[in-house]
């Protein structure tokens, strides 16, 4: 799993709270990412952040939103207006930019279930 | 827009057996090619990646993938299967013009069969 860390491994949330899922990386690494994952439907992408205080969001971003403060760190916090929350939610992060054949490296992931 | 597709959900094959998954791609412009293995409940972890070059690319634990463009496929293979092999295998796939984020297919459930 590298150098990028995710917690909590395993998070459980009430009907209409906010969570926020954490994803820090000690990489120097620019780009982050945030992928969720449902049974047979791959990765589907949130949002991504290229550099410090930008970013973009993905296919799916309705109900979530982040920030990009410090290089390290990416944060996804999942609204009350995410219809479906319940899934394994991935970070990964890459090298340079100005690389562009880089693989992403992932972290171990963490398990939102919504009670 | 990039896309990958793994035709198949599932793949089974018996342990020693030589094996395949699967995957082709369509990208507007030249590829750059990835393949991932998760284990249950943990992240994804890089196997190996078309850059340029050579078309047959090694990576980890004995796995290689063909790169064919006519075909626009990158077919993960390995020549004997180990039970411990057993894993969801991801294509992905990023264009060479920008640094986009990788595009993932839907993923292979490989299950070695002792």
């Known amino acids: 799993d590298g150098g990028i860390t995710q917690s909590p491994k395993y998070l459980f949330r009430k009907e209409g709270q906010n969570v926020t899922l954490s994803c820090e990386q000690n990489?120097?690494?620019?780009?982050m990412y945030w992928y969720r994952q449902d049974p047979g439907q791959g990765l589907r992408l949130i949002y991504y952040?290229?550099?410090?205080?930008?970013?973009q969001k993905g296919d799916i971003a309705e109900g979530y939103s982040v920030s990009r403060e410090k290089k390290e760190s990416f944060p996804l916090t999942v609204t009350s207006a995410q219809k479906n929350p319940t899934a394994f939610y991935l970070c990964?992060?890459?090298?340079?930019?100005?690389?562009?054949?880089?693989?992403?490296?992932f972290g171990p992931g963490t398990r939102l279930t919504v009670l | 827009a990039q896309s990958v597709a793994q035709p198949e959900d599932q793949v089974n094959v018996a342990e020693g057996n030589p094996l395949t998954v699967k995957c082709t791609y369509s990208?507007?412009?030249?590829?750059?090619l990835f393949w991932y293995v998760q284990y249950p409940n943990r992240g994804l972890q890089f196997l190996l990646k078309?850059?340029?070059?050579?078309?047959l690319v090694k990576g980890s634990y004995g796995f290689e993938a063909e790169f064919n463009k006519s075909q626009t496929s990158f077919h993960l293979k390995k020549p004997s299967a180990l039970v411990s092999d057993s894993a969801l295998y991801f294509c992905?796939?990023?264009?060479?013009?920008?640094?986009?984020?990788?595009?993932f297919g839907k993923g292979t459930r490989l299950s070695v069969i002792a």
């Open positions: 990489l120097n690494h620019d780009a």
């Open positions: 990964a992060s890459t090298p340079p930019t100005s690389r562009y054949y880089n693989e992403q490296f």
């Open positions: 078309y850059i340029t070059g050579d078309n």
């Open positions: 992905a796939v990023r264009d060479k013009s920008g640094n986009t984020p990788l595009v």
């Open positions: 990208v507007s412009g030249n590829p750059y």
């Open positions: 952040s290229q550099i410090v205080n930008d970013f």
